[in-house]
């Protein structure tokens, strides 16, 4: 960005006036409301005192990797001390940003593996419920199926899942081969771009980024796109297939979200976070008979859980009767309700200004994982090594007491709770969005006709920099006028289950053309897909019906955009859907401006390269258009495809 483009860039930022004046959801400005009222501090409030933000920070040109600087780079110094310019600052930062998302989803991937190890070894007392799933993902593999326990399966592929992480001797990755187009697995290999395992490419990437070591920003930049590899066959898709095997897959439901699906009569408890191992267990210690007449002796109906971020959602779709209530951004939103009697926090999107809001209500705030400690909160976890996931439903149990040992401490003068709820539908996979258009042939017919224009994995984490959640949903509505099939899932699907988007009653907002394939097959416009991980059923989804068009994906009408985005992991999941040929779509620029050569690859060479480009624009109308054009540019490929 130019010094005039960056300072215009900055004042763009929404103010917390502007969201209370915006919102699409009532719930938001009422409860932003009520805690204005009461002096509580939120998200918002901290955005706003932050500003003006550093441009050099912005524009990714300040390196804080040695103790020689820090050094920003300007046109009076145009080098760090360590005579790094622009263009490697910037390259060396953004690979750290994709290599810390590679650990993230990654951390919370080792440790279903390790309970999905466990329990097919016998010294975890859970059963393997994704039979099917199991069968599949050996066949793949190349496993003997037919002389072999599901267990035994189970184990082996957790194994090959967990090498995959943690090879250090040069070899092949297993899921990539097994799983990616071999026409991507081509090019891959083509520009020496395939990686050996999660853990060496983080390893590598932090190695090359180090003071004095790897100066060549195209260099950093195919270290990027190794761990973008990583990122997406290992962290995520290796992490998505030991959730299905050892929770099961999806189930369709319809359920309630929104802050009016709190009921004050309840035992509520919050459940935050990514990681769900613990929260599936939490859950259904809750279901137990025996806690909820405890529950009922000390004065409740019954015991309630909410989702608030992916755990919930993960949870949600292998077990039900959790509502969704928000994402990270509105976490303390809905503490503000005063209606939480026990807040459990695993990893990841956990913000630490959570403490300060349940501090003002009567909610205990209980952490499970050794990753994530948060000062005044409870610790009851699984410790560093994992040596005590046998005690799963022990802890579990402990912590179900606690929430109910919490109700009788409610000040019900505290309590306030928006009644804005909406029925949402839930639970999409590939194998079940199959079934509903009555195979995925029809699905691809409604492609080639134009009825469908395209498909979008609309996602992403939520960004203070624009409009809160209304960034999502006006995309969102310019999409389906557009006659784009939504597929969405993890922190940008709030908005869209708060709003109706996941609703059938939603397909007034299509284009005739979208409307009468949803009216056809009785379907929401916005397909709910899960956690922010099942971005795995999304290009699986994209895998399948390219394969059925004979296809790449790079050619057909695809598309994934994350409007809001705001961390690590966000770059990894954009990254992960060039790789496979499919733009990326954004209202907020990644910290590359500070670099031309850096923000070419991103925005332009990419494409030539992979098929796939980032395209970024603050407006969303325009963001829209943007999609819409690229979309029917793919459509070309469809026409007379037998």
Request: with cysteine; glycine share 10%.
């Amino acid at each position: 960005m130019s010094p005039e483009e960056l300072k215009a860039y900055r004042k763009s930022f929404p103010s917390k006036a502007d969201v209370l004046a915006k919102t699409p959801d009532p719930a938001v400005r009422q409860m932003l409301k009520r805690l204005d009222e009461i002096g509580v501090e939120t998200v918002f409030d901290r955005f706003d005192a932050q500003k003006a933000h550093c441009g050099y920070g912005l524009e990714g040109t300040c390196c804080r990797i040695c103790n020689m600087g820090p050094c920003s780079v300007t046109t009076k110094s145009p080098r760090g001390v360590c005579g790094a310019d622009a263009d490697v600052i910037v390259a060396r930062n953004i690979l750290r940003w994709v290599a810390a998302g590679v650990a993230s989803h990654g951390a919370r991937g080792r440790e279903v593996l390790l309970a999905l190890k466990a329990a097919a070894e016998g010294r975890l007392d859970r059963p393997i419920r994704g039979v099917d799933k199991t069968r599949a993902v050996a066949k793949s593999f190349g496993l003997d199926v037919d002389n072999k326990s599901i267990e035994q399966l189970a184990g082996e592929i957790a194994d090959i899942l967990l090498e995959d992480f943690s090879r250090a001797v040069p070899g092949i990755h297993r899921t990539l081969q097994a799983l990616a187009p071999p026409e991507r697995i081509a090019l891959w290999q083509k520009l020496d771009i395939l990686p050996i395992g999660a853990y060496h490419e983080v390893f590598e990437a932090l190695h090359r980024t180090g003071t004095g070591t790897d100066g060549d920003w195209e260099n950093l930049m195919k270290q990027l796109l190794r761990c973008g590899l990583a990122f997406a066959w290992t962290s995520v898709l290796g992490s998505s297939i030991g959730m299905d095997i050892l929770f099961g897959p999806p189930k369709r439901d319809t359920i309630s979200a929104n802050l009016g699906a709190l009921d004050p009569d309840y035992v509520n408890i919050a459940i935050h976070g990514h990681s769900p191992v613990l929260p599936m267990t939490i859950v259904e210690a809750g279901d137990d008979p025996e806690f909820q007449q405890l529950a009922r002796d000390a004065g409740a109906k019954g015991i309630r859980f909410f989702g608030i971020c992916c755990s919930g959602l993960s949870s949600l779709y292998r077990h039900g009767g959790i509502s969704p209530l928000a994402n990270a951004v509105g976490a303390e939103l809905v503490l503000g309700t005063g209606a939480i009697d026990l807040w459990v926090a695993d990893v990841q999107d956990v913000y630490p200004g959570i403490m300060e809001v349940a501090k003002c209500f009567h909610t205990r705030v209980v952490t499970t994982s050794d990753s994530c400690r948060l000062p005044g909160a409870e610790h009851i976890a699984f410790d560093h090594q994992h040596s005590n996931l046998a005690e799963a439903r022990e802890l579990a149990r402990t912590i179900v007491t606690l929430g109910i040992r919490q109700y009788p401490l409610r000040h019900a003068a505290n309590v306030f709770v928006p009644r804005q709820q909406m029925a949402a539908e839930i639970g999409f996979s590939v194998e079940n969005i199959a079934s509903a258009f009555g195979g995925l042939g029809k699905l691809l017919e409604k492609l080639r006709s134009g009825q469908i224009r395209g498909v979008i994995n609309l996602v992403g984490c939520n960004n203070p920099k624009v409009l809160y959640e209304k960034t999502v949903s006006d995309i969102a509505d310019g999409l389906l006028a557009a006659d784009i099939l939504i597929l969405t899932n993890g922190c940008a699907s709030f908005p869209l289950l708060k709003l109706g988007f996941c609703n059938a009653e939603a397909r007034v907002k299509a284009g005739a053309g979208l409307r009468s394939v949803l009216d056809e097959f009785a379907l929401p416009p916005a397909l709910h897909m899960g956690e922010c991980l099942d971005n795995a059923r999304a290009s699986g989804l994209f895998r399948a019906l390219a394969d059925l068009a004979g296809q790449p994906i790079k050619a057909m009408p695809f598309a994934f955009a994350s409007p809001e985005w705001s961390n690590e992991k966000g770059v990894g999941a954009a990254l992960g859907f060039r790789l496979m040929g499919i733009s990326s779509f954004h209202c907020v620029p990644a910290p590359i401006g500070g670099s031309a050569a850096v923000s070419r690859f991103f925005y332009e060479d990419s494409e030539a390269l992979l098929g796939g480009k980032m395209v970024v624009e603050l407006n969303p109308q325009r963001l829209v258009q943007r999609i819409v054009e690229d979309l029917d540019r793919r459509r070309q490929n469809l026409a007379g495809v037998a």
